[in-house]
């Protein structure tokens, strides 16, 4: 009896122990994925809610369309079937919280593999280095015009080598070559690299002729692309779609890493010699490992974070769903002095009728830049520009902008919106079908298509439609060339064939009023009440205040129009605290600054 | 008894042709009283026996269609479709084709409704010409667009077939425009041209088995040489030399005008490398530009309007139709000629094009200006170079007709219109018999019928030939990195 019980109390104890030796595996385990894990929440939360402009500008960038034509006329080089994985995944950038899972993902597999590498090549676990690399994708990530792609065909190349390494023996990887360069461009070089470095380490002469069959393999496949199907130069074959645009221009520091990657091989052979106390305490050292990605995604983030592009984007993101008083608020709220986002922000004050009451509320360039773009074909203005002549009735001019960024840089979502929305207003029913049809074959803007499909050739529909209803309605009528290197000048076109114009009237008056032409405003200010004005806009009543004292100009009649007594006690406040400062513009400013900065008084001063 | 395998596959074979067969239409047909709608419009036209199969889609409500080409000796194409779309078997239709010069051939279409039952619609009746049409047409293939452009092709497409290629692509040669291709004697000698602009710029000869690159721009030139026009011979090609600038309505449904500032004819001497103004008197006072040699190569025809101003009013430029009397020998000209008085009718005229058999000169004729494409009134007339009267011809639309090219065999016009959305051009091409009346256009085969639906870009500049440019892209990519032959300036 008692050898039965003692029986029975070893096989618990055993049982015990397998229990407990399962445990510390699970938690040996959880504690390796641990880092990872920490790495990939830290950059989860990063790119979801601190730099999610960084997937709000890239799923802007280009249009993934779900159709035979787009797939073939994205598979027609080596390289860009990558950049076509790379717009497909960008395209889930919509949700800046799925795109922030794609990127994390994507770097924590990158993180993921070259520990495995490391691991499989050195013998020893690595996580320290994986994550240092990991930390430099992650930077490299936070510039917004490095592009999903770069760090993908990295990943892929990754993926490969270690399969070849583990699992695809003698000369596949040689065979499959030509396969994967033509997958993934130039960054098949990576691997080959990568795949060269680690059959040298094995010095043997067979692994020689190995090598020199993968080199003399790649160029042949180059040369025949190049002398017979493509005929593109071989630089362009070499390295395409590796180029110093995509990558935010970082090249400077995106070609180190990529160098540093490529010498993995090398570098896993190194061994590295722990000090003999830390080596002898190596469980403590282990506890630490979850604090390395803290730190490195915290200071990296910290570093990296660009809170004016946030706030530019944000501002961006407004403008494109239309939510004007939004937007003028969060500007309020974000003071900034970028270009493009005052632009976009006169674009909502006049979309809600207060351009001349709240311009200099927000800075402003004297030379009318933040009223109206000038044409630009290569920069950013092209994407931008046509909103000006959308809002102000020219709907030719606000088409032909839409029409050359697509020409120049590709199908994208809010310039095909644009091309959709002008055709519409114009009647061209037919061509707008044609980019309907393409915004229906995506996968987030395909309602939106439906809904412009329904007005076709339906005037009735388009007319009374809120949006493109009201815009058929304020489209000029008269005929003139447009001079987009003076848009003013449109401007002035504009108003001489209808002078009722009232939002290109505005945008005149703001331009006036920013290069001080006083006449110009007094002539202006003349015609308001013709214009159906019921009261002077706030900058206006300013600037009729200036009039008045003016020696180039005289305050004309305003009818019925009456300026605002309010008005007229803050101007005398103005010019009392001038004088104040003993009629100096330099001591009056911060002052004048504080108190009047939103006048169109204090821009006459110091402008 | 248990089954093998096999047999299942079998038995998923048959299903799945079961369920993908419409079926034929039995005895028991309804009939429609009109024809059936469909897209290309491939009803009532006059096709070249050597045409790549004219597949189209039935645009009317079925569950299931059925057509059936047949011809006098009831040989017959049968294609059934569940979705209206019709790809004809290329072999069987070369056959037929090549068997009914001359002939006509019928096509019936029938459709199934929703119960099953079967409707056939009246039948289609199309004319298969004895003559053949040339086997390639050369053309630009861009966006329809305003200023910028990115992407530009010269292809060259097989009218046999579908097959397509490009001679160059802008993408290899650092972006730059590629434009105003020619051939001389629609490609029955190996003379080609084409112009490029920017980085890699000049004109570029090709000669059988390589291009010449040559710059024509002397010091001595205002402008460069823009539209050109082989002399017969092969010896000469004739340019206009134009300061063109472009504008952008902005509110018009045009949407872009391009006009000269000025222009002028020059003349190269291929084998002496040398420009020369082509010195027609009085031509100072004048713009002059699209020239056009006749096939004896002895006239020159040309464009020509009044000289504008600084200020002048765009849409009152209006340019006649001129010729001059060319001495090869001497290379120089007569007295200009009027031939047709465009601006008395107030219209302008462009694109003279002569036929290779001397028969008819076919123009573009618009109301205003040298740049028709962007017109939707631009239309085609043909003037009897006997009589010297213009026609209107019954090819045109209510859209852009503009931009036309004669096979070698003077029997076929390819040209660009903009009839399908006013946008984007497509390629239209029209028998014409000995009397010059034109026959129903018809729009470029595609193998994929809906591709003209879904296609942005437009087709521009087509040129029939029966040269096939065999040069590849990546040597015309070598010459360009090369340097040019400069072109010497003779006064003539």
Redesign the interface.
């Known amino acids: 009896m008692p050898c039965r019980r003692n029986g029975l109390r070893i096989n618990r104890q055993i049982k015990i122990k397998q229990i407990m030796t399962k445990d510390k595996t699970i938690m040996r385990s959880v504690i390796s994925f641990l880092p990872y894990l920490i790495f990939f929440t830290g950059c989860f939360l990063f790119y979801g809610f601190f730099a999610d402009y960084v997937e709000f500008y890239q799923e802007k960038l280009a249009l993934f369309v779900f159709?035979h034509?787009y797939l073939i006329s994205n598979i027609k080089q080596p390289g860009s079937l990558l950049l076509y994985l790379g717009r497909f995944l960008t395209t889930f950038f919509y949700y800046p919280l799925a795109g922030a899972f794609i990127i994390s993902l994507i770097i924590c597999l990158i993180i993921f593999l070259i520990s495995k590498i490391i691991s499989y090549l050195s013998g020893k676990e690595s996580i320290f280095i994986p994550l240092i690399f990991g930390t430099l994708f992650f930077i490299l990530q936070t510039n917004y015009q490095y592009l999903l792609f770069n760090n993908l065909g990295m990943l892929l190349q990754l993926v490969f080598f270690y399969l070849t390494t583990r699992y695809l023996k003698g000369y596949f990887p040689v065979i499959i070559f030509p396969l994967w360069y033509w997958i993934t461009g130039g960054f098949a070089w990576i691997f080959v690299l990568m795949y060269t470095f680690f059959i040298a380490l094995k010095a043997t002469k067979k692994e020689w002729i190995r090598i020199i069959s993968l080199f003399v393999v790649s160029f042949l496949f180059i040369y025949v692309l190049?002398?017979?199907f493509l005929?593109?130069?071989f630089n362009t074959l070499l390295i395409f779609p590796l180029s110093g645009e995509d990558t935010g221009s970082q090249l400077t520091f995106y070609l180190p890493v990529i160098a540093l990657i490529a010498l993995l091989p090398f570098s896993c052979k190194i061994k590295i010699r722990l000090p003999g106390w830390l080596g002898n305490h190596d469980k403590i050292v282990r506890s630490f490992y979850p604090v390395i990605p803290v730190l490195l995604i915290s200071i990296s983030s910290f570093i990296c974070f660009d809170r004016v592009l946030k706030e530019y984007f944000y501002s961006e993101k407004l403008f494109y769903r239309e939510n004007y008083d939004d937007l003028t608020r969060y500007i309020t709220k974000h003071p900034t002095t970028n270009r493009l986002t005052i632009f976009l922000n006169n674009i909502a004050l006049s979309e809600t009728g207060r351009l001349n009451d709240l311009l200099f509320q927000f800075p402003q360039s004297p030379d009318g830049q933040t009223l109206f773009l000038k044409w630009e074909?290569y920069g950013e203005v092209l994407r931008r520009g046509g909103y000006f002549y959308y809002t102000t009735g020219?709907i030719?001019?606000a088409?032909?902008w839409a029409?050359?960024n697509?020409?120049?840089k590709g199908i994208t979502p809010e310039g095909l919106k644009m091309l959709v929305k002008t055709e519409i207003i114009?009647g061209?029913y037919?061509?707008a079908l044609?980019?309907i049809?393409?915004l229906k074959n995506t996968l987030f803007y395909r309602d939106e298509a439906k809904e412009y499909e329904k007005l076709l050739y339906d005037d009735n529909a388009v007319e009374s439609h809120p949006e493109l209803g009201v815009k058929r309605k304020e489209?000029?009528?008269?005929?003139?060339?447009?001079i987009?290197d003076d848009p003013y000048v449109?401007i002035q076109?504009?108003l001489y064939f209808d002078s009722l114009n009232r939002k290109v009237f505005e945008y005149k008056l703001a331009y006036l009023m920013l290069i001080k032409d006083y006449k110009g405003i007094a002539a202006g200010l003349a015609r308001l009440e013709s214009l159906g004005y019921k009261k002077i806009p706030v900058n206006l009543e300013e600037a009729a205040m200036v009039c008045r004292i003016s020696d180039s100009a005289t305050l004309p009649d305003l009818g019925n129009l009456k300026i605002n007594p309010q008005t007229e006690a803050r101007f005398n406040m103005f010019l009392q605290t001038f004088q104040s400062y003993g009629n100096s513009l330099k001591t009056a400013e911060p002052i004048l600054r504080q108190k009047f900065g939103n006048t169109f008084w204090y821009w006459a001063f110091y402008h | 008894m248990k089954l093998s395998s096999k047999y299942y596959l079998n038995l998923i074979i048959l299903v799945a042709a079961l369920t993908s067969c419409t079926g034929k239409p039995g005895d028991d047909i309804a009939e429609a009283d009109r024809t059936a709608s469909i897209d290309p419009d491939y009803t009532g036209i006059t096709i070249p026996f050597n045409i790549a199969p004219m597949n189209f889609k039935i645009t009317e409500v079925g569950s299931g269609f059925f057509v059936r080409f047949s011809d006098s000796k009831e040989k017959k194409i049968e294609i059934s479709s569940k979705n209206g779309i019709i790809i004809i078997p290329e072999g069987k239709w070369k056959k037929m084709l090549q068997e009914n010069k001359g002939k006509e051939i019928n096509v019936e279409i029938y459709l199934k409704n929703k119960k099953g039952s079967w409707s056939k619609f009246k039948n289609i009746t199309n004319n298969v010409a004895a003559e053949p049409v040339d086997p390639f047409i050369t053309y630009r293939l861009l966006y329809p667009g305003y200023e910028s452009w990115k992407e530009i092709y010269i292809r060259q497409r097989s009218l046999e077939s579908f097959q397509e290629r490009s001679i160059i692509e802008n993408s290899l040669v650092e972006e730059n425009c590629l434009n105003c291709h020619s051939y001389n004697n629609n490609g029955s000698s190996e003379n080609f041209l084409f112009h490029m602009r920017g980085s890699l710029g000049g004109t570029y000869f090709y000669s059988g088995s390589d291009f010449k690159k040559v710059n024509l721009k002397t010091k001595e030139m205002k402008n460069g040489a823009v539209y050109p026009r082989w002399h017969p011979s092969g010896k000469f090609v004739a340019f206009s030399s134009n300061k063109i600038v472009q504008q952008f309505h902005s509110a018009l449904n045009k949407k872009v005008e391009v006009s000269d500032l000025e222009s002028s004819l020059v003349l190269y001497d291929i084998d002496r490398n040398e420009m020369m103004n082509i010195n027609i008197p009085d031509n100072e006072q004048y713009m002059d530009t699209y020239p056009e040699w006749s096939p004896d190569g002895r006239y020159l025809y040309f464009c020509r309007a009044p000289r504008v101003g600084e200020v002048f009013e765009y849409d009152s430029v209006r340019y006649d139709l001129y010729r001059v009397l060319f001495d090869p020998a001497t290379r120089k000209t007569g007295k200009a000629e009027l031939v047709y008085s465009a601006s008395s009718l107030r219209k302008s005229i462009s694109f003279p094009r002569i036929s290779p058999d001397g028969r008819f000169l076919v123009v573009t004729l618009h109301n205003y200006g040298c740049f028709p494409i962007w017109h939707k009134e631009a239309d085609l007339h043909i003037i009897d170079l006997q009589t010297l009267t213009p026609s209107y011809m019954a090819l045109n639309s209510d859209f852009t007709d503009s931009y036309h090219s004669w096979s070698s065999n003077s029997r076929w016009l390819v040209f660009s219109s903009k009839r399908i959305d006013g946008l984007t051009a497509r390629f239209f091409i029209s028998f014409i018999d000995e009397k010059g009346n034109s026959a129903k256009a018809f729009i470029l085969p595609q193998k994929d019928p809906e591709f003209y639906q879904r296609f942005i870009k437009s087709f521009n500049l087509p040129e029939f030939s029966a040269l096939k440019v065999k040069v590849n892209p990546g040597k015309i990519r070598k010459r360009a990195e090369g340097d040019a032959l400069q072109a010497k300036w003779v006064e003539n």
């Open positions: 159709s034509d190049k002398q017979f005929f593109q130069s074909m020219m030719n001019e088409h032909r029409y050359e697509m020409v120049m114009n061209d037919k061509v044609k980019y049809s393409i489209r000029i009528g008269h005929d003139f060339f447009s987009t449109n076109r504009v």
